[in-house]
C-alpha cells in the first residue's frame, strides 16, 4: 500500500481523535503551529529532536475548502472573524486552523525591513538578528515558502486601476513578492487555497517537520503550563475528538516548551499561567497595523474578486524604521465586504449593486502606540487598542493618498467605510479626510497583523524573551512568534516571523544539551 | 456627499428626517449629555433593572425550530433587525427569505462566552434603549421606517458605544446575508470557482505531490 504523503490529514504521524485521556513526550513541545511553530517544529526536527506540534485548531485541508465566506470563516477564523478590541471597534482576524493564520493570509512576502531591525538593535537591545545574522534562515524561508515576485500575467484588474492612478500622481509602486507556485487565480486565498498553490506552513512547514519525525497533535488545546523548580515540566489541556465531539484529557511532558500562539494567544497563555513577567512586559506592546479600506467605484467592471488578492502596493513607511504606511490592493468576497459597508436597508444593497465596479485598497499604518493583551475572568483574550494619534493621522494621510491615487485612475467615486457616508469625488472632498473622526466606531477598521506582547532583548528587566526566543524567567520555555517583535514592523510578518523561527532554531540547537537541560 | 444618491439621505444632514414611526428622537441621541453616562455597562444594567415586560413588543413567540443561542426575546430583536438591514427588493431576497436571523443563532452558538456576553448586553440595550429615552415602544415594535431610523441614530450617535454597537449589529447580519449564495445574484458576484468556473476541483480525492516539492528538498543555503 502506497504511504500517504505528508500532508494528508490522516498520515500516521498526525495524533487524532483519541478514545480517551492522551498522555505524550517529547525532547521537545511546540504549542501553535503557525508562521512561527511549524517552521520552528521543522527546523529542531531535521536537527534530529522529537518534536510535538500542538494547535488547538482544526487540520483544515483543501479537500474542506469550500471558498465560501459562510464555511470558511468559522473554520479558519478565530471566533469566526467576529473577535474585536475590547471596545468593539477595530475587527481582528487570526488563524485558528493547523498553520495558523499563513492558512488565510494572502501569501505576501516581504524580507525583515533593515531599518526595523536595526531599530530593534539601537532601542532594544536585540543582539544577534542583523540583517546579515538573519540572512542564512531568510534564505531557507524563502526556499522552503517558495518565495516569487508576481508575474505580469498574475496582474488583475483591481490591482491594474491601483497602478493606472499611482504612475499618473508619479508614485513608485511595485507588485509584492508572494508564496504561490503554479497559481491559479481563483482569488479566494483568505478562505484557503482549495489548490494548495499558496505555499501556506500547513503544506510546507508542518509536513516538512513530519517528514523529519514531527508529531502533529491538532485540536488540541493547552491551558496550563507546569513548573518544576524553573523548568516548564508538562503542559495539560484537552484533545478534541471530532467523531464523538467529546474533549479528552492531554498531557505532554517535554524537555523544552515553545509556545507559538500568535500575538494574542501566546500572552494570554502566559498570563493565565503566571509564566516569565517578571518584567512585566507580557501582553503589553501590542502592535496591529490598523487597517482601513478604501474603495473606488469604477465606470468600468473590475469584478474585484477575481485574481491573486493582493498584487500590488506603494510604499509610504518611513525610512528610519519609524511611522508611515503602506497602500496595498486589496480585494473581498461579498461578506467581508457587505458587512464593511455602513449603511442598511435600500442604502446597503445600492452600495452593493456596485460590487462589480468596485476596486478595494487598504491603508496599513505602521503603528507607534501600542495596544495591550490581557484575559478575562473566563480565560478569554482581551484585546486593548485604541487608534491614537500619530497613528491616527498616519491612516488619514494613507486615505487621502488613496483616494487620490483612485482619483486618477479614472474613479467615479470613492468611498471610505465611515459612518459620515461620504463619497469623495474632488480634491476637495478629499481634503476633507485630514479632519475625519477616526474615534471609535467611526470607521470600519480592521487587524490582520498582530505582534508584540513578548518582546524580545537581552535586558530581562524591559523585555520577556532574549533575542534567541528563550524566556528569561524559564529555563526552557521559549516564544516564537510575532509576539517577539519589540516593535510593529510596517510590513506583512510572515517571513519575518518565518526567518526569525529559523534563527532561533538554528540558536537552539547549537546548544542542545542547554536546549534539553543535559 | 451621501451614499447613495438614488435614496433620500440629504448631505446637510447624516440623519434620515424623522418619520411618523420614529419613536427616538434624534436629539436624544446626538446628546452626549443625556446618553454619555448611560454608554456602557451601565446601560445594561439599567435596562435589565427597567420594568420591561409592561412596555415590551409583546412575548415573544418561539420559532419553530430549537434556538441555540438566543432567547425568543433576542431572537425577535434580531429577526426585526435582518427586516431593516436587508428588507429585500430591488432584486435582491430579504434577510427573512435567507433564515438569516437562524443562520447568526446557529453561529453566535459557537463564539466564545465573552462574545456571547457582550451581543446579549447590546441587544438588551438595543431593544430597550427607546424605553431608556421615555418612549414606549421597543425596537422590534417598531415600524419600517422608525427602525431603519433608530439604528442610523446608533449609528451616527457621537456616544461611542451606540455607534460601535450599531456597526456590529450591521456586521452580523449583512455578512450572514452576503454570505449566503442565494443573495449573490442581486449584485451580480459571481460565485465560486470550484466545480463551476473551470478550475481544478479542489476537494480532491487524490493527494499528489505537492506542486511545490520544496517541502521534501534539502536546502543546502
Known amino acids: 500500500m502506497k504511504a500517504l504523503p505528508f500532508h494528508h490529514p490522516e498520515h500516521p504521524a498526525v495524533v487524532r481523535d483519541p478514545a480517551g485521556p492522551l498522555t505524550l513526550e517529547a525532547d521537545v513541545c511546540v504549542i501553535g503551529t503557525g508562521a512561527g511553530g511549524s517552521t520552528l517544529a521543522a527546523e529542531l526536527a531535521e536537527g534530529g529532536l522529537d518534536v510535538v506540534m500542538v494547535e488547538k485548531g482544526p487540520y483544515v485541508t483543501r479537500a474542506d475548502m469550500t471558498q465560501r465566506e459562510r464555511d470558511m470563516m468559522p473554520l479558519l477564523f478565530e471566533d469566526a472573524g467576529a473577535r474585536t478590541t475590547r471596545d468593539g471597534a477595530i475587527l481582528v482576524w487570526h488563524g485558528h486552523a493547523v498553520g495558523g493564520t499563513t492558512v488565510l493570509n494572502n501569501a505576501i512576502c516581504f524580507d525583515p525591513p533593515d531599518a526595523v531591525l536595526a531599530r530593534w538593535k539601537a532601542g532594544f537591545g536585540v543582539e544577534g538578528a542583523s540583517k546579515a545574522d538573519l540572512a542564512p534562515s531568510l534564505a531557507k524561508a524563502r526556499f522552503v515558502l517558495g518565495v516569487q515576485k508576481i508575474q505580469e500575467h498574475e496582474i488583475n484588474r483591481n490591482a491594474e486601476v491601483m497602478m493606472r492612478g499611482a504612475r499618473k500622481l508619479g508614485l513608485k509602486g511595485d507588485v509584492f513578492e508572494h508564496n504561490r507556485i503554479a497559481c491559479l487565480q481563483s482569488g479566494f486565498c483568505m478562505m484557503g487555497c482549495s489548490y494548495d498553490r499558496k505555499q501556506n506552513h500547513h503544506i510546507t512547514y ?24 524553573r523548568r516548564i515540566a508538562r503542559a495539560t489541556g484537552s484533545i478534541k475528538n471530532r467523531k464523538t465531539g467529546e474533549r479528552h484529557p492531554f498531557e505532554i511532558r517535554a524537555r523544552a516548551f515553545a509556545v507559538a500562539g500568535g500575538a494574542i494567544s501566546t500572552p494570554a497563555l502566559l498570563l493565565s499561567n503566571g509564566l516569565a513577567d ?85 491603508v496599513l499604518a505602521k503603528d507607534e502606540r501600542p495596544g495591550s493583551v490581557t484575559v478575562s475572568a ?13 497613528d491616527a493621522t498616519t491612516i488619514r494621510d494613507g486615505y487621502q493618498l488613496m483616494a487620490r491615487i483612485y482619483l486618477a485612475a479614472g474613479a467615479r467615486q470613492v468611498m471610505i467605510p465611515h459612518v459620515n457616508r461620504a463619497y469623495y469625488r474632488t480634491e476637495a472632498d478629499v481634503a476633507k479626510i485630514a479632519s475625519l473622526d477616526l474615534s471609535p466606531g467611526s470607521a470600519g477598521l480592521y487587524t490582520g497583523h498582530q505582534m508584540g506582547t513578548c518582546r524580545m532583548g537581552e535586558d530581562p528587566g524591559k523585555s520577556v524573551v532574549d533575542s534567541g526566543g528563550k524566556a528569561h524567567d524559564l529555563a526552557n520555555l521559549y516564544v516564537v512568534d510575532s509576539s517577539v517583535f519589540p516593535t510593529s514592523l510596517g510590513v506583512n510578518p510572515q517571513i519575518t516571523i518565518t526567518t526569525l523561527a529559523t534563527h532561533f532554531a538554528r540558536r537552539m540547537l547549537r546548544d542542545k544539551p542547554k536546549l534539553l537541560g543535559t | ?39 456602557g455597562g451601565g446601560a445594561a444594567l439599567l435596562a435589565g433593572s427597567l420594568p420591561l415586560s409592561g412596555c415590551s413588543a409583546g412575548p415573544a413567540e418561539a420559532p419553530d425550530f430549537p434556538l441555540r443561542f438566543f432567547s425568543p426575546e433576542e431572537y425577535r430583536t434580531v429577526a426585526r433587525l435582518c427586516d431593516v438591514i436587508a428588507p429585500g427588493g430591488h432584486g435582491a431576497p430579504a434577510a427573512a427569505d435567507l433564515a438569516v436571523a437562524r443562520q447568526a443563532d446557529a453561529l453566535l452558538a459557537t463564539l466564545n462566552p465573552d462574545i456571547q456576553e457582550q451581543v446579549r448586553q447590546l441587544l438588551s440595550v438595543f431593544e430597550h434603549w427607546p424605553i431608556l429615552a ?54 451580480g458576484y459571481e460565485g465560486v470557482w470550484i466545480g463551476t468556473r473551470g478550475a481544478p476541483d479542489g476537494a480532491g480525492k487524490d493527494w499528489p505531490d505537492l506542486v511545490n516539492n520544496n517541502v521534501y528538498r534539502k536546502f543546502n543555503g
Open chain 1, 206 to 229: 508542518v509536513p516538512r517537520a513530519l517528514s523529519f519525525g514531527a508529531r502533529l497533535c491538532p485540536d488540541t488545546l493547552i491551558d496550563k503550563l507546569e513548573l518544576d523548580g
Open chain 1, 278 to 362: 517578571s518584567s512585566g512586559q507580557v501582553g503589553r506592546n501590542l502592535w496591529i497595523h490598523p487597517a482601513g479600506p478604501v474603495v473606488a467605484i469604477m465606470d468600468e467592471e473590475i469584478r474585484y474578486n477575481r485574481g491573486i488578492p493582493q498584487v500590488y502596493f506603494v510604499d509610504a513607511l518611513g525610512k528610519d524604521g519609524v511611522g508611515g504606511f503602506l497602500l496595498e490592493a486589496i480585494t473581498g468576497g461579498p461578506s467581508q465586504t457587505g458587512g464593511m459597508v455602513p449603511a442598511f436597508g435600500n442604502v446597503l444593497h445600492a452600495t452593493m449593486k456596485e460590487f462589480n465596479h468596485f476596486a478595494g485598497a487598504v
Open chain 2, 134 to 187: 421615555l418612549q414606549w415602544r421597543p425596537f422590534s415594535a417598531q415600524g419600517a421606517e422608525g427602525a431603519l431610523s433608530y439604528l442610523t441614530a446608533w449609528q451616527q450617535s457621537p456616544v461611542t458605544t451606540l455607534r460601535v454597537g450599531a456597526a456590529a449589529l450591521g456586521r452580523l447580519i449583512a455578512g450572514i446575508y452576503y454570505a449566503d449564495s442565494r443573495s449573490w445574484e442581486a449584485i
Open chain 1, 378 to 390: 473566563r480565560g478569554v483574550p482581551v484585546v486593548d487598542y485604541v487608534l491614537q494619534e500619530p
Open chain 2, 1 to 39: 456627499m451621501g451614499w447613495s444618491r438614488r435614496h433620500s439621505t440629504p448631505a446637510s444632514s447624516p440623519l434620515p428626517a424623522r418619520a411618523a414611526g420614529d419613536v427616538i428622537p434624534r436629539e436624544l441621541v446626538t446628546r452626549r449629555s443625556v446618553l454619555g453616562g448611560l454608554a
